[in-house]
């Protein structure tokens, strides 16, 4: 799944990225609830990205159009990136000692 950085263009196209945030958010939902069941270790750093990518577009559709529904998911996201960030934090750690 990639998320495109452009506006939406047409109505489908808003709808489709509409229909995408709404799975990604539900997604974040199901994983911050069980999160103490979640192996940080085993994923990928590919999901993380775009869930990097989901925040950052319900960010801006917040601020260009002051739908709180989008900064509630982006919050949620952020909470989910966090538990991710660990990992990679320890990853970085071993890479670069000391830096």
């Known amino acids: 799944m990639t998320l495109h950085k452009s506006r939406p263009n047409s109505a489908a196209s808003a709808e489709f990225l509409d229909m995408t945030l ?19 270790a085993s994923v ?11 925040a950052l577009t319900h960010d801006r559709i917040w601020r260009e159009t002051g ?6 998911e982006k919050d949620e996201l952020v909470v989910m990136l966090t538990y991710c960030a660990r990992r990679w934090i320890i990853a970085g750690e ?3 000692p000391g830096a």
Do not use: M, W
């Not at 709404?22 to 940080?40: E, H, L, P, W, Y």
């Not at 750093?45 to 989901?54: I, K």
């Open 22 to 40: 709404r799975g990604i958010g539900a997604i974040c939902t199901k994983f911050n609830s069980r999160v103490a069941q979640v192996d940080i």
């Open 67 to 72: 739908n709180r529904r989008s900064k509630e």
């Open 44 to 54: 990928s750093p590919f999901p993380p990205h775009n869930l990097y990518l989901a």
């Open 94 to 96: 071993f890479l670069f």
